[in-house]
């Protein structure tokens, strides 16, 4: 009778300790899982590149609209309109400056694929016309980089309305020099790539007062 009981026991014990095994064992494969998850639901992947942090800090480019602020190079200018233009499912802005004193330019924002923010000032007087592989302008040597023609959009003040445009595009490493045509004849302007650090963004408050 007390050898049963012993035995009875014996079992009793191997049976607690398995069950505190598998407690233990499930309880530590929920928390794997669990972290994990977390792992999971942390990671995104993202473009190493990216200017999503930069963007957070001196505003996002592609976001700019009449009535924002452009800090560029320490002068502020207020955006006036903004031309959206699209070809080929491709879109990118630009948008007319302009300081309230006399100085006004222009800024494009492109995407293909990298971000290419650019200030434009217009040049009067050029003779050359777009076309060849090379061109001339005031001491200096563009090389032909794209051309075309795209359907463009006004907001705000931009001297435009809503029609076709055609382009003609040149480059010479930063500088840029662009030749566009909205209708009434060639139109020149120079260009140069703007870094990051360069220029910052105040959008305007649209939000209730």
């Given at each position: ?5 012993i035995i009875?026991?014996a079992?009793l014990a191997?049976?607690?300790v398995v ?8 309880r530590r494969e929920r928390?794997a899982?669990e972290?994990q998850g ?9 473009d ?6 930069d963007?957070?800090?001196?505003g ?7 009535g924002?602020?452009v800090?560029v ?15 080929s499912g491709?879109?990118?802005t630009?948008?007319?400056?302009d300081t ?5 330019a222009w ?6 694929p ?5 200030l434009?000032?217009?040049?009067s007087?050029v003779?050359a016309?777009?076309?060849?592989d090379t061109v001339?302008?005031?001491?200096r ?18 001297g435009l309305?809503?029609g ?6 040149y480059?010479a490493?930063?500088?840029r ?10 139109e020149?302007?120079?260009g140069?790539v703007l870094a ?12 209730p007062?």
């Amino acid at each position: 009778m007390e050898a049963l009981l012993i035995i009875i026991i014996a079992i009793l014990a191997i049976i607690a300790v398995v069950l505190v095994f598998n407690v233990i064992a499930n309880r530590r494969e929920r928390q794997a899982r669990e972290v994990q998850g977390v792992r999971d639901r942390a990671y995104a992947p993202r473009d190493p590149f990216s200017s999503a942090d930069d963007d957070a800090v001196r505003g996002d480019p592609r976001t700019l609209k009449p009535g924002d602020l452009v800090e560029v190079r320490g002068e502020t200018f207020a955006v006036r309109g903004t031309l959206t233009l699209s070809q080929s499912g491709f879109s990118w802005t630009e948008n007319f400056l302009d300081t309230g004193t006399g100085r006004k330019a222009w800024v494009s924002v492109e995407e293909d694929p990298d971000l290419e923010v650019v200030l434009w000032e217009e040049l009067s007087g050029v003779t050359a016309t777009p076309g060849p592989d090379t061109v001339d302008v005031e001491g200096r040597r563009y090389t032909s980089d794209e051309a075309g023609s795209a359907r463009f959009s006004s907001l705000g003040t931009t001297g435009l309305a809503t029609g076709n445009m055609s382009y003609h595009d040149y480059a010479a490493g930063d500088d840029r020099l662009s030749f566009e045509d909205f209708g009434s004849g060639w139109e020149c302007a120079r260009g140069q790539v703007l870094a990051r650090a360069e220029y910052r963004i105040f959008p305007a408050d649209t939000g209730p007062s």
